[in-house]
């Protein structure tokens, strides 16, 4: 069966500090993974996407996500943090059919002044 | 450009109550995904369709529910006889491109209807 875990519920960090919101997957195949992010209020936005090739895809507001197969994991990383991140972050993986997302309960970033 | 649009906003209705929920898709976007998103949760895929037709709708959780898109456009995900674990927000989304691997993956989401049902 697919699934996606986001280990946890809250990431706090300060502004100007990198940060990390983790995702781990599970899925018989290739993968294909996603990030997106809630502000409030507000849709769903997506963020960036790992589909084939480079392990280091880069996306909007310079976030960034890491894909490891053999952890399977796929991390959503900032080089500084910004208090304008703080939103609910989604990681996604594709359902085999390749008809949908399988969304994540997702992560809390909160990042302080 | 406009972005997705889904009304009502906010819909309170009593159990076993019929309900509409009515998603505007961008313009010119072949595809249209409803998902449920339950407090604490993440959205949880309920029906796919590609142009009039529902692709995948494995998501639809019983026979309750049921969704439309006659002209391939507008859709109406319909709920008959409302219960109170129907409470959730229901988002609907759009892409250029159906399948994941294909593009349909970056998916355009509305602000969702919340939907309460006492």
């Known amino acids: 069966a697919q699934s996606v875990a986001q280990p946890e519920d809250q990431v706090n960090v300060a502004e100007g500090n990198p940060l990390t919101v983790k995702c781990t997957y599970s899925?018989?195949?290739?993968?294909?993974l996603f990030w997106y992010v809630q502000y409030p209020n507000r849709g769903l936005q997506f963020l960036l996407k790992?589909?084939?090739?480079?392990?280091l895809v880069k996306g909007s507001y310079g976030f960034e996500a890491e894909f490891n197969k053999s952890q399977t994991s796929f991390h959503l990383k900032k080089p500084s943090a910004l208090v304008s991140d703080s939103a609910l972050y989604f990681c996604?993986?594709?359902?085999?059919?390749?008809?949908?997302?399988?969304f994540g309960k997702g992560t809390t970033l909160s990042v302080s002044s | 450009g406009a972005g997705v649009s889904q009304t009502p906003s906010n819909k309170v209705t009593e159990k076993g109550k019929y309900v509409e929920l009515r998603c505007d898709p961008i313009?010119?976007?072949?595809?249209l995904y409803w998902y449920r998103q339950s407090l604490g949760q993440g959205p949880e895929f309920l029906i796919y369709f590609q142009g009039t037709g529902a692709a995948d709708d494995s998501g639809l959780p019983n026979d309750r529910f049921f969704a439309v898109r006659p002209e391939g456009s507008v859709s109406t995900l319909k709920i008959q006889r409302t219960e109170r674990g129907d409470s959730a927000v229901y988002l609907c989304a759009s892409s250029p491109q159906g399948r994941v691997v294909a593009g349909g993956g970056e998916q355009f989401f509305g602000p969702g209807t919340r939907l309460t049902v006492l």
């Open positions: 899925v018989s195949g290739n993968p294909y």
């Open positions: 790992y589909i084939t090739g480079d392990n």
């Open positions: 996604a993986l594709a359902n085999q059919a390749g008809t949908a997302l399988i």
């Open positions: 313009s010119g976007h072949t595809a």
